[in-house]
């Protein structure tokens, strides 16, 4: 009998530590080596890995026919992405800023949101549109917005936002999976932020559903994408008050799955709803609508949002002034709780 051991095969680890951006980068490389009819477009998306390195090293591993460095054309970007989507691939595009998308606004919103209802559901565009978005980067004009509203809005489009590492990875490759055009909404604040990711597909929540990020029974918290981190840092911080607040990461801004908002809402009887857009026609206002009609009698205080304000981004040196921090969604909570 022989005393040798035999070698045991390497077995890739299923439970990573990455940063988001490594995440989504990891979600890519996956979806590119799983389906051949996946395919990268965006400006500096290649040799560079795009302006935040989301793509780093796909172009060498994948080739250029497929992790496209595009000419800096919004508008051309999608409606090339619409044509290959309609011809069975699976393109997903970089918008390499939120205020950059506006040039490709039209194509968005009268076609990719409107194909597969103006064909009677003959003619599909399954394409997904990353953009990086949201503040807190210290970045000058039009590189800081939140113009989740507009997709959210738009029937024909889906739209989500991760919070987590493990989100990230997960819902790129989902998005890229879908049918149906979907509008991947990165939060660029969080994407150094290190997070757990299991890669064993059991682990995947369904891309279309929201989360509870936090148990507690005082009040809860809804958000999404940047503000969730603000959110359970502000739950750390009423613990210490003896409060015990829920916190609700939406995961989908459309569709939206009230189911767990709801829940949430009859069991602490206050609702504070945070985003950094807008607070006027923003997801808040549609939250605090479907709150109000479902949960009325269950309501021990009014529904309270936590936005951004109703003016174009500020300055890099005063945008603390502007978006929603720990101070304020805790104010928003007294002013709850004291009802």
Not at 35 to 48: C, F, R, S, T, Y
Not at 61 to 79: H, K, M, N, Q
Not at 174 to 188: G, H, R, W
Request: include cysteine; aromatic fraction near 6%.
């Amino acid at each position: 009998m022989s005393t040798q051991t035999e070698a045991t095969p390497a077995v890739e680890q299923a439970t990573k530590t990455l940063t988001m951006v490594k995440a989504i980068n990891a979600g890519l490389r996956r979806a590119l080596a799983e389906n051949p009819k996946v395919l990268l477009a965006g400006e500096d998306i290649g040799p560079l890995g795009g302006v935040f390195r989301a793509t780093e090293g796909l172009q060498a591993e994948f080739g250029r026919d497929r992790v496209i460095d595009s000419p800096l054309a919004e508008s051309g970007i999608v409606g090339t992405a619409i044509g290959l989507a309609l011809r069975g691939y699976r393109p997903v595009v970089e918008i390499q800023f939120d205020g950059f998308v506006f040039p490709a606004f039209d194509q968005i919103v009268t076609q990719v949101a409107k194909m597969r209802f103006r064909s009677h559901g003959r003619l599909g565009v399954p394409m997904v549109i990353r953009i990086p978005y949201a503040g807190g980067i210290g970045a000058i004009e039009h590189h800081s917005e939140s113009p989740e509203a507009y997709f959210a809005h738009t029937p024909g489009l889906k739209v989500v936002t991760p919070a987590t590492s493990s989100d990230a990875y997960w819902m790129i490759q989902q998005a890229i999976a879908d049918d149906d055009p979907v509008i991947f909404l990165e939060p660029k604040r969080r994407y150094h932020e290190k997070g757990e990711v299991d890669t064993s597909a059991a682990s995947a929540l369904d891309l279309y559903s929201a989360r509870v990020a936090k148990p507690g029974t005082d009040a809860t918290l809804i958000a999404y994408g940047p503000m969730v981190r603000t959110c359970l840092d502000a739950a750390a911080a009423a613990a210490q008050d003896g409060r015990n607040l829920e916190v609700i990461d939406l995961r989908s801004l459309s569709p939206l799955d009230d189911t767990v908002v709801l829940a949430s809402v009859r069991r602490t009887g206050h609702a504070v709803v945070v985003h950094e857009a807008p607070g006027t026609l923003g997801l808040g206002a549609e939250l605090a609508a479907r709150i109000q009609e479902q949960c009325f009698y269950d309501l021990q205080a009014p529904v309270l949002r936590v936005t951004g304000y109703d003016l174009p981004y500020p300055p890099s040196r005063v945008e603390d002034r502007y978006l929603p921090d720990l101070d304020r969604v805790l104010d928003a909570v007294d002013r709850s709780l004291a009802y």
